[in-house]
T-cell receptor, first 111, second 111 residues
C-alpha cells in the first residue's frame, strides 16, 4: 500500500504563476483534506472533501481551489501564487474510525 | 470540535517514560481524543486514540481521566527517535469531522 502520495515534493513558483498539487490515496477513504503548515506553526485546514464530487472550505481557503472527481484523487490548485502561500502542504485521508493518514508534504516557495 | 491545551515543550531522558499531558475540558460525549506526532518536517503520524477507556498499542498508552477533561500520552521507553511535536486533538468519530491541529508539545528526548 502506498497510502497517501503527494507530488511534487518541492516547487518554486514566481508571483502570479499557477500550479496544482497532486494528492492520491489508495485506501478507498471517502474523506480527504488539505492542510498547510507555516514554519514553527500547527496545521491549518484549507479544504476538505467528504466524497467524490463534494468539497468544502476549511479555515484558510482563500487563494486555493480543489476538485474531487474520483475517490482516489484530491488535487489542490493555487491560482495567482503569492509569497504568503509559501508553506508546506499536507494532504490526508481519513479512515472511517477517525485516524488521519498524511502524505509526505509538498514544499512550496513563492518568490 | 473541542479545544485542547498542551505544554509548549517538554524534555525527557532517553529510556525513561515520557508523559505528555493534554487538557480538553470542553470535550463532549461523542468526541474522541486523538494523538499524532510530527517528526522533523514529515507528515503527521497517527499514534493512538480513545473515547473514555485507557488504550494501549505498540507505540504508546493513552490514559483518559474519568471526567474526560484531560488525558496523558505515555511513551514507555522514550528513544531519541521519539523527538517530535506531539498533537492532542479531540473530534467526533464521524468521518466528516475535521481534526484541528494546534501548536502541540515539542518533546525533546535527551541522551
Amino acid at each position: 500500500n502506498a497510502g497517501v502520495t503527494q507530488t511534487p515534493k518541492f516547487r518554486i513558483l514566481k508571483i502570479g504563476q499557477s500550479m496544482t498539487l497532486q494528492c492520491t490515496q489508495d485506501m478507498n477513504h471517502n474523506y480527504m483534506y488539505w492542510y498547510r503548515q507555516d514554519p514553527g506553526m500547527g496545521l491549518k485546514l484549507i479544504y476538505y472533501s467528504v466524497g467524490a464530487g463534494i468539497t468544502d472550505k476549511g479555515e484558510v481557503p482563500n487563494g486555493y481551489n480543489v476538485s474531487r472527481s474520483t475517490t482516489e484523487d484530491f488535487p489542490l490548485r493555487l491560482e495567482l501564487a503569492a509569497p504568503s502561500q509559501t508553506s508546506v502542504y499536507f494532504c490526508a485521508s481519513k479512515r472511517d474510525t477517525g485516524e488521519l493518514f498524511f502524505g509526505e508534504g509538498s514544499r512550496l516557495t513563492v518568490l | 470540535d473541542a479545544k485542547t491545551t498542551q505544554p509548549t515543550s517538554m524534555d525527557c531522558a532517553e529510556g525513561r517514560a515520557a508523559n505528555l499531558p493534554c487538557n480538553h475540558s470542553t470535550i463532549s460525549g461523542n468526541e474522541y481524543v486523538y494523538w499524532y506526532r510530527q517528526i522533523h518536517s514529515q507528515g503527521p503520524q497517527y499514534i493512538i486514540h480513545g473515547l473514555k477507556n485507557n488504550e494501549t498499542n505498540e507505540m504508546a498508552s493513552l490514559i483518559i481521566t474519568e471526567d474526560r477533561k484531560s488525558s496523558t500520552l505515555i511513551l514507555p521507553h522514550a528513544t531519541l527517535r521519539d523527538t517530535a511535536v506531539y498533537y492532542c486533538i479531540v473530534a467526533g468519530n464521524n468521518a466528516g469531522n475535521m481534526l484541528t491541529f494546534g501548536g502541540g508539545t515539542r518533546l525533546m528526548v535527551k541522551p
